[in-house]
């Protein structure tokens, strides 16, 4: 049923500089499920966070159909409440100096410095976050001292401030150093607990843990494969989404790649 869906796309194209970044595309996301979108660079997963995000816009055809939450008449300060985006441009907004517990509360705000005069209310959110996160330690440094890792799980707890419905993760562990990559993988997975559903973009087949519920191949603009992770993902479909020859195998949960001499 249509109000089982938060996001309904039909036969959706869109343009950037005359380009088709998006092409008849045809996708349903379900409230209840946490998904990757997984492709390699330049599959059209980041234009698909941009049409979610308003930052681009379908080409009108008479078949076009493009709901959010039901409604095809989207208000952009509605839909920012909602959703939450993080991705690795927001890192350059930020004042190095900014303190990590005053960060989070901005996002309540959406600006990136410290809010003067804040209420009770926010504090006691923020601190209520920074707990539920493990993110106590870390709540007085200033952003420019933490590691790379650990900015992207505050970013994350910046963007939970407001209880989105959706939470939208764009590459969260594109260059980072092994250590930080499953510091943020950990993180992640414990988000599974709060009420917030997860999109992740990735091109890394890493991310892809337990708490997913399906799985979404984007290769030259095109799903290629859609459903659970034991329907999509093995070796004809990896081979296929990234054009290599290797072995994928699932072990203790996650998943692993094997390349084949």
Request: aromatic content about 8%; hydrophobic content about 40%.
């Amino acid at each position: 049923m249509t109000k089982d869906y938060w996001l309904e796309a039909k036969n959706i194209t869109c343009l950037k500089n005359k380009y088709e970044v998006i092409k008849d595309l045809n996708l349903k996301l379900k409230y209840g499920e946490n998904v990757i979108l997984i492709g390699p660079n330049g599959s059209g997963k980041s234009s698909i966070i941009d049409l979610i995000n308003r930052n681009i816009y379908p080409v009108i055809k008479k078949d076009t159909v493009f709901k959010i939450f039901n409604k095809e008449l989207i208000n952009i300060w509605e839909l920012r409440k909602n959703i939450s985006t993080v991705s690795n441009d927001i890192k350059t907004r930020i004042n190095p100096r900014i303190k990590v517990f005053d960060l989070i509360i901005s996002g309540l705000y959406g600006k990136y410095c410290k809010i003067s005069d804040i209420s009770e209310v926010d504090v006691s959110l923020g601190e209520d976050l920074i707990k539920k996160m493990l993110l106590t330690n870390l709540s007085q440094k200033y952003f420019a001292h933490l590691s790379e890792g650990e900015k992207q799980i505050v970013l994350i707890a910046r963007a939970l401030i407001r209880k989105p419905k959706i939470l939208i993760l764009d590459e969260p562990i594109c260059n980072l150093d092994l250590k930080s990559k499953f510091q943020v993988i950990d993180q992640i997975n414990e988000l599974n607990n709060l009420n917030t559903k997860i999109i992740c973009i990735t091109h890394d087949i890493s991310m892809i843990t337990e708490i997913y519920h399906r799985i979404i191949f984007l290769k030259n603009r095109i799903i290629i494969a859609d459903g659970k992770q034991n329907e999509t993902i093995n070796n004809k479909n990896i081979n296929k989404l990234f054009d290599i020859n290797i072995d994928v195998i699932k072990h203790n949960g996650n998943w692993h790649i094997y390349r084949k001499n």
